[in-house]
């Protein structure tokens, strides 16, 4: 699965005012958010989010990758 936009936030999972989260979100060819911690994704209404068929997952094992980007990738055709 190829990596297809990577955005960087700085930010914390309770606030709603993610510019880049939302542009992802509204991109129909995203079906999964990889992020260094799940939590600061979003506190509240990750639920809503897998709902929608967009799968958050932690990069790596332990949820980190050493860097503070978020990498984000296609859905699968």
């Known amino acids: 699965m190829p990596i297809v936009k990577a955005v960087k936030e700085v930010g914390s999972g309770m606030n709603g005012h993610r510019k880049g989260l939302i542009e992802l979100l ?40 050493g860097r503070d980007d978020r990498r984000y990738r296609a859905r699968p055709a």
């Open 26 to 65: 509204r991109d129909p060819n995203i079906g999964v958010i990889l992020v260094e911690h799940r939590d600061r994704l979003m506190c509240f209404g990750l639920e809503y989010v897998e709902a929608a068929s967009v799968r958050a997952e932690p990069i790596g094992s332990s949820g980190r990758s």
